[in-house]
């Protein structure tokens, strides 16, 4: 089973600071995708980066970029120049093969961002 | 566009009782899911779809079924209603093809079951 785990299920940042966000993922597939969503309170899940694992170069979306470790099976997403609006659950997924190449998603780390 | 739709957004129903959450996208997207999200828990999938009459199970399949009679609709029936059923259900969609294979999602519907 292709798992993913959030180690961090709280982070707290201060405004206008740096955060980063772990995850990990089991899989013995050579190539397959990664995401990285954001849940604010509204409850409506956002993409906020993709990362495809036969690219090297790391995604990088505005304030968000991540650090992708293919042979460590690690993707941490990175935000840099925290705002308030980041607040929100922030879930790594990863896109499995099969079942309709539905997304296995992790538990979730809650981002906390202070003034 | 309205992207995915799911109706309705809130529903409290008794034990026993059965109900259908309805879900539409109108992005032409050939697949379709449906997740279900417990507190600290992630989402989880139940069910899913890669045509108009296509559709299998997902993890936890079970008290709930699905059909998918067009492109467009994935409506997910709860049959008997129990209160491990309580959980927020979000449908989402996807063109697998071409494409980077993201999910589109619905803004959640969610249910208590008492």
């Known amino acids: 089973a292709q798992t993913v785990t959030q180690s961090q299920p709280e982070m707290s940042v201060q405004e206008a600071e740096t955060v980063t966000l772990s995850c990990t993922y089991d899989t013995s597939e050579s190539d397959y995708y990664l995401f990285w969503y954001k849940q604010p309170p509204s409850r409506q899940m956002i993409l906020v980066i993709r990362?495809?694992?036969?690219?090297?170069q790391n995604a990088t979306e505005n304030r968000f970029s991540v650090n992708f470790q293919k042979a460590a099976k690690s993707f941490s997403l990175k935000i840099s120049d925290s705002q308030l609006g980041d607040a929100a659950m922030y879930f790594c997924?990863?896109?499995?093969?099969?079942?309709?190449?539905?997304?296995?998603f992790g538990k979730g780390t809650s981002l906390l961002v202070t003034p | 566009n309205a992207g995915v739709t799911q109706t309705p957004k809130f529903r409290i129903l008794k034990i026993g009782q059965s109900m259908t959450l309805q879900c539409a996208q109108d992005?032409?997207?050939?697949?379709m899911y449906w997740y279900r999200q417990d507190p600290g828990m992630g989402l989880k999938l139940i069910y899913y779809?890669?045509?108009?009459?296509?559709?299998d199970k997902g993890e936890v399949p079970n008290g709930y079924n699905v059909s998918r009679s067009t492109t467009e609709d994935f409506p997910l029936r709860l049959e008997l209603a129990a209160p491990s059923q309580t959980s927020v259900y979000f449908c989402?969609?996807?063109?697998?093809?071409?494409?980077?294979?993201?999910?589109?999602f619905g803004e959640g519907s969610r249910l208590t079951v008492l």
């Open positions: 990362q495809e694992a036969y690219k090297q």
């Open positions: 992005m032409n997207h050939n697949y």
């Open positions: 997924a990863y896109r499995r093969p099969n079942s309709g190449y539905a997304l296995n």
């Open positions: 989402a969609s996807s063109y697998q093809g071409l494409g980077t294979g993201e999910l589109f």
């Open positions: 779809s890669v045509g108009a009459g296509i559709t």
